[in-house]
């Protein structure tokens, strides 16, 4: 028990994504609604609270006027929030353009877009130009905003270039970088055009985290073979200067899934939903709509499922939650109708006049309904065909202390590496493998489905996002120490 002022005064951070955590929508010319926003990034810092931290980021709507710039930041800064204002031009090439559509696929190992190489080089110049701008505008307002002490967190591909800004501006701040998706091969990287450029930026950083080991190795890799640098134990090493690279696996705040299931609420969903799914075992899938998900494969598993088990047809539902998301990139507009397409298309052939085997929902759900979806479920289904680490898995086995539901996973997403000993482990393109895991998983004794359970469940409840955090910050604080005392020797 200590006296307040005991303590060790807060850290204070910046913390700077290219989405903050809660969204804006306009209600009037200066009145907002803020949302929270949807993806494993906020749902991972949304749990950190040992900081003294303010947030700086793109509030994911396109204020023109002064009189709208002046009211949303008031508002924001409410919630310790700084807005960075992209005009729609920038947001149309730097996050549809170069984010969403060069750098997210080719990270997932979904490879450059091909269709019209020729128009493809020509706007990845402009869009690789709008990227640079882009960040160059974060570096802006971080540099209005910093204060000596402050340490600089930098997240995900939308900022790779920011590093290297904030380096140029003050050589002194303390600058990690964080990515939440997987950095692939080396292979893959170097076919990216701007690939030197990107990874030079980063290692301006003091320190850089990745989910897993093999995602680190990828980028020290990428660095020695692309850069030609020299790879240590350690990190990279560029004419005596060492950037630390390392793995922190990211977790969730699970007390808070925990913590909902008492609320009555709460209860009071997961009652609705047993009554309406009653006699049926649950399916659970929660995804962004995204072509990483791999949701077309997941559905065309559980297709064949049903085709070769006719007996379980009216003994079980897949639920499948796909969130809107990115909806100005074609390719996600194609992937919700080649979604629409299949889901209908296995309804019709396995529905009845009462019921469907599919319920597809196109929609985001709120924390408390997606609590209760996640504590009657039987199993979980995450098929990602690559995925940095996936938190929809995280939150599912944290609302499972009762039910003890079964998680099936990708071997592609890095929860594999964290939660495999736990969950039945898939490769989501075997659809046959998939299907045949479905059957066990419906079936699988008490006793096994406990064990597997106890081993998740102690995962999830143990490397917290509170931890993550910390130990990121904490490393990022020593590396500095470090590097202050080499140039002082
Ligand atoms: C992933 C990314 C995040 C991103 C989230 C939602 O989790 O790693 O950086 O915020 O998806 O995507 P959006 O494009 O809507 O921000």
Known sequence: SERPDDRVPKQHLLVVANRLPVSAVRRGEDSWALEISVGGLVSALLGINEFEARWIGWAGVNVPDEVGQRSLTKALAEKRCIPVFLDEETVHQYYNGYCNNILWPLFHYLGLPQEDRLATTRSFQ?????????????????????????VVWCHDYHLMFLPQCLKDYNNKMKVGWFLHTPFPSSEIHRTLPSRSELLKSVLAADLVGFHTYDYARHFVSACTR????????????????????????????SDRFIQALELPQVKDHIKELRDRFDGRMVMLGVDRLDMIKGIPQKILAFEKFLEENPIWRDKVVLVQIAVPTRTDVPEYQKLSCQVHEIVGRINGRFGSLTTVPIHHLDQSLDFHALCALYAITDVALVTSLRDGMNLVSYEFVACQASKKGVLILSEFAGAAQSLGAGAILVN????????????????MPADEREKRHRHNFMHVTTHTSQEWAETFVSELNDTIVEAQLRTRQ
């Open 226 to 253: 692309i850069l030609g640098l020299e790879g240590t134990p350690d990190g990279v090493e560029d004419q005596g200067k060492l950037t630390r690279v390392a793995a922190f696996p990211i977790g969730i705040d």
């Open 428 to 443: 989501p393109w075997n659809v046959t493998e998939v299907a045949a895991s479905i059957g066990y998983a419906l079936t």
């Open 126 to 150: 402009s869009q690789f130009a709008a990227y640079k701008k882009a960040n160059q505008m974060f570096a802006d307002v971080v540099n209005e905003h910093y204060k000596e002490g402050d």
